[in-house]
């Protein structure tokens, strides 16, 4: 399927617009290879399988923009970019996938970089959504006493409840 995609890529031509941003083949193609968006299995047309997914994400830079979460540290994104390189076969793979996308260094860097940024958001964004209730919590403690217990001493759950939250959450 990435062999059709690159195919394709060789006509780069716009496949859509998202507030005024311009996705082209190469960028889906890009996207694809690099993991950035996922391919559908067996997908016969994997133009259409993958382009919901890399518009949604375009979507998502643009709101994560609007309120600035912070940056990722650069391990995170040099820890990631080492995740993507091991994707590939070899050095060498790697380097050609970042040439027959028109992809540099710096801008799959950019990249990883929107995806930690995304990735933040969601949490922040999303984190009051995901908060357990106290219910949730003392099944929780109740559920897991070993994990508060200490010298055959279970710590009461007034004492427990806040690292019982943080573990459930």
Same mark, same amino acid.
């Given at each position: 399927?990435?062999?059709?995609?690159?195919?394709?890529?060789?006509?780069?031509?716009?496949?859509?617009?998202?507030?005024?941003?311009?996705?082209?083949?190469?960028?889906?193609?890009?996207?694809?290879?690099?993991?950035?968006? !996922?391919? !559908?299995?067996?997908?016969?047309?994997?133009?259409?399988?993958?382009?919901?997914?890399?518009?949604?994400?375009?979507?998502?830079?643009?709101?994560?923009?609007?309120?600035?979460?912070?940056?990722? !540290?650069?391990?995170?994104?040099?820890?990631?970019?080492?995740?993507?390189?091991?994707?590939? !076969?070899?050095?060498?793979?790697?380097?050609?996938?970042?040439?027959?996308?028109?992809?540099?260094?710096? =801008?799959?860097? =950019?990249?990883?970089?929107?995806?930690?940024?995304?990735?933040?958001?969601?949490?922040?964004?999303?984190?009051?959504?995901?908060?357990?209730?106290?219910?949730?919590?003392?099944?929780?403690?109740?559920?897991?006493?070993?994990?508060?217990?200490?010298?055959?001493?279970?710590?009461?759950?007034?004492?427990?409840?806040?690292?019982?939250?943080?573990?459930?959450?």
């Amino acid at each position: 399927a990435h062999d059709d995609l690159q195919a394709h890529a060789e006509a780069d031509r716009v496949l859509a617009v998202v507030n005024g941003t311009l996705i082209l083949l190469s960028d889906l193609d890009a996207a694809v290879r690099f993991g950035f968006v !996922p391919l !559908p299995e067996g997908a016969a047309d994997p133009v259409a399988a993958a382009l919901p997914a890399l518009i949604e994400r375009q979507l998502q830079v643009a709101e994560v923009n609007r309120f600035l979460p912070p940056e990722a !540290p650069e391990a995170a994104v040099d820890e990631h970019v080492k995740t993507i390189r091991a994707r590939f !076969p070899s050095a060498a793979a790697f380097e050609a996938a970042l040439a027959e996308t028109g992809l540099t260094a710096d =801008e799959l860097r =950019e990249r990883v970089r929107e995806t930690l940024r995304i990735e933040s958001y969601k949490r922040q964004r999303f984190a009051a959504a995901l908060q357990p209730t106290e219910d949730d919590v003392a099944r929780y403690y109740r559920a897991h006493a070993a994990e508060f217990t200490r010298d055959g001493v279970l710590a009461s759950f007034e004492q427990a409840r806040d690292e019982a939250r943080r573990r459930l959450v």
